[in-house]
């Protein structure tokens, strides 16, 4: 019988815990959400200014 690849953190390549998957511990699972909501990983993409254009005219 062949046993099922052991898989590893996506942080530190570590064995994988199933109870933090993808991680290998809380840890890891911590410092991946941090970089998450400090901004530091980000979906490329263009701004853009839809709502200021096309409405036409000023509030004054």
Do not use: H, N
Request: hydrophobic content about 20%; glycine content about 8%.
């Amino acid at each position: 019988m062949t046993r099922p690849p052991v898989r590893e953190c996506s942080r530190c390549d570590k064995p994988m815990d199933p109870a933090y998957r993808p991680f290998c511990s809380k840890r890891c699972a911590d410092i991946d959400l941090q970089k998450w909501l400090t901004g530091s990983y980000a979906i490329p993409g263009s701004e853009t200014d839809d709502e200021s254009e096309g409405e036409g005219g000023d509030d004054r």
